[in-house]
């Protein structure tokens, strides 16, 4: 699994997380993003088109105390989600393959319950029908 973090909230999460020698699950590999809203629908694509069996997204949580560093970041993630979806029926895989989570930093602790429940979400829907090609 792919894990694309926000570097101003959820990868210093992550990095608390760790400090605290919180759990989570090893199969997912964590690449910090200036901010969601610059991540790609075609980087999402790839990944899965090569094999990545999920991709996670993380981004600030949005809200009245908004931390974003690029203005809306998240929000313009989540109305890209439609595009998301439309790319997963292309490539004949289950929405549940991609997944977005705002997150605080103060929330770190709810990190580790995301990606455990993703990872089981994705042991559910098997294998990428990618793997191997």
């Known amino acids: 699994m792919l894990g694309l973090l926000c570097e101003n909230d959820a990868y210093p ?3 608390t997380a760790g400090f605290k020698r919180m759990r989570y699950s090893p ?5 910090p ?4 809203g610059s991540v790609n629908i075609v980087w999402i694509a790839d990944a899965l088109s090569r ?14 105390d908004y931390q974003c560093h690029y203005i809306r970041g998240s929000e313009l993630m989540k109305t890209r989600g439609t595009n998301v979806q439309e ?5 004949a895989l289950e929405m ?14 709810k990190l580790p319950e995301i990606i455990n ?6 042991d559910e829907a098997g294998p990428n029908p990618f793997k191997g090609f």
Not at 27 to 31: E, T
Not at 87 to 91: A, D, E, F, H, N
Not at 96 to 109: A, G, K, N, P, Q
Request: charged share 30%; proline share 0%.
């Open 33 to 36: 993003v200036r901010c969601l």
């Open 27 to 31: 199969n997912i590999r964590f690449i």
């Open 87 to 91: 790319k997963l029926k292309q490539l």
């Open 96 to 109: 549940e393959r991609v997944r977005m989570e705002e997150l605080s930093i103060s929330e770190f602790h």
């Open 51 to 64: 094999g990545f069996d999920g991709v996670l997204l993380v981004g600030c949580k949005s809200g009245e």
């Open 13 to 15: 999460a992550l990095d």
């Open 117 to 122: 429940s993703f990872a089981e979400q994705i």
